[in-house]
């Protein structure tokens, strides 16, 4: 192709580039992908569930779960992040992890609803689900950045 058809070129990339599309923001609440944990639900088989849809990526985005829950405890580890124990009814636990939201810690109120994707927590070999934080809610709207 000659210089002389550079002109075309780049009007046809820019009309397609110009059709645009759509990518979800970082965060964006999908409805499509989000479900919401009943209490009832045991979180390791709601995770083996989920893993039956992967392999997972842009067309096919991995679900994210929505947890109410009774906010245990909150705290800020090392780096700044936020380490949750929540309670998600009798006995049953579940800890959470957001990254970066660990000065956010004193804004909690007592219940809290998460939203993020669970994940299987091998620390020191432990056998738990965790939930990887996108968003929080408790008194006031916090969101990871």
């Not at 002389?4 to 609440?29: I, K, M, N, T, W």
Request: some cysteine.
């Amino acid at each position: 192709v000659g210089l002389e058809r550079l002109g075309d070129l780049r009007s046809e990339f820019e009309r397609v580039c110009g059709e645009g599309v759509a990518s979800p923001q970082a965060g964006s609440a999908d409805p499509s992908t989000l479900a919401l944990l009943d209490p009832n639900d045991e979180p390791d088989r709601v995770l083996a569930d989920l893993a039956r849809l992967e392999p997972c990526g842009e067309k096919n985005p991995a679900p994210r779960v929505a947890i109410e829950a009774e906010l245990v405890e909150a705290r800020e580890v090392k780096g700044g992040h936020l380490k949750l124990e929540l309670g998600l009814g009798g006995t049953r636990r579940m800890s959470g992890f957001g990254f970066g939201m660990g000065a956010r810690v004193d804004r909690l109120g007592r219940t809290v609803v998460v939203l993020g994707k669970l994940r299987a927590d091998r620390w020191r070999g432990g056998r738990a689900v965790e939930i990887k934080i996108e968003q929080l809610y408790g008194d006031e709207p916090i969101a990871a950045e």
